[in-house]
């Protein structure tokens, strides 16, 4: 398998490149607009065929590049099942298997950051967490649907009981991590050591984040796949 992390500095949004070196087939997760032309680069020098671009969820804070790498490639773009958008090709169930040649890339519901996030399991060793869990903290629950309690659930329930020594690949980073594990995090992760359901959703509660500054443009384009014609 090749496995490559991909970041985009203005989002601070991780897209991950995963290829089944064998039939050269590739997959894209959470492709950011403005890093199109970085990733078709990169498939066309790993002489890569881009199969599908795979979502975690409907981001806020960054234009998906779907739509545009859809138009260069034909791939299809994959949603999770419950996301309010008709523009993709096709939705990915809980526990549903993606396969890409000897990869198998495995559907977790992981709700509360959004109310249809999914994580994705890759051969067994490594999950990307999208913004359920980041690296010392995890996505917040404040809009899109978000929930706090339910966000507990999935990670103490779905992702926390992974095995220990599991890889985590988040959606973002804001402090220079690339990854972790989940005995790591676990262990380490302030929004959960210490807390249970209770504390953990009057933690959130109390955040008073900022709104992403790009979230009145992505959300609209998102749900229709990163097309940039429906932007006000
Ligand atoms: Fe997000």
């Given amino acids: 398998m ?11 949004t991780y897209t991950y490149l995963i290829a089944d070196l064998t039939t050269k087939n590739a ?16 498939l ?41 958008t008709s523009c993709a090709d096709q939705q990915i169930h809980d526990t549903e298997v993606l396969q890409l040649g000897s990869v198998t890339i495995k559907a977790i519901f992981t709700p509360g950051h959004t109310d249809s996030h999914m994580a994705y399991l890759v051969n067994s ?3 990307l967490t999208g913004d359920a869990l980041l690296i010392r903290g995890c996505g917040r629950t404040d809009f899109q649907s978000g929930n706090a309690g339910i966000l507990f659930d999935s990670v103490t329930q779905k992702l926390f009981t992974l095995p220990l020594e599991t890889l985590i690949y988040p959606g973002h980073d804001y402090r220079g991590h690339t990854v972790s594990t989940i005995g790591e995090e676990k262990r380490w992760n302030p929004r959960f050591v210490g807390r249970d359901r209770t504390s953990f959703i009057k933690f959130m509660s109390n955040l008073n984040l900022p709104k992403p500054q790009k979230m009145m ?4 384009a998102n749900e229709h796949c990163g097309s940039v014609d429906v932007m006000p």
């Fill in 217 to 220: 443009e992505a959300l609209p």
């Fill in 44 to 84: 066309e020098e790993l002489e890569l065929t881009l199969r599908y671009c795979l979502e975690t969820h409907i981001h806020a804070d960054h234009i998906t590049g779907t739509e545009q790498l859809r138009q260069r490639t034909g791939c299809l773009g994959i949603v999770p099942d419950k996301t309010q």
């Fill in 27 to 42: 997959l894209l997760v959470d492709p950011v607009l403005e890093q199109v032309e970085r990733d078709s680069k990169l």
């Fill in 2 to 12: 090749l496995f490559r992390q991909l970041f985009d500095k203005e989002s601070s």
């Fill in 125 to 127: 060793d490594r999950v």
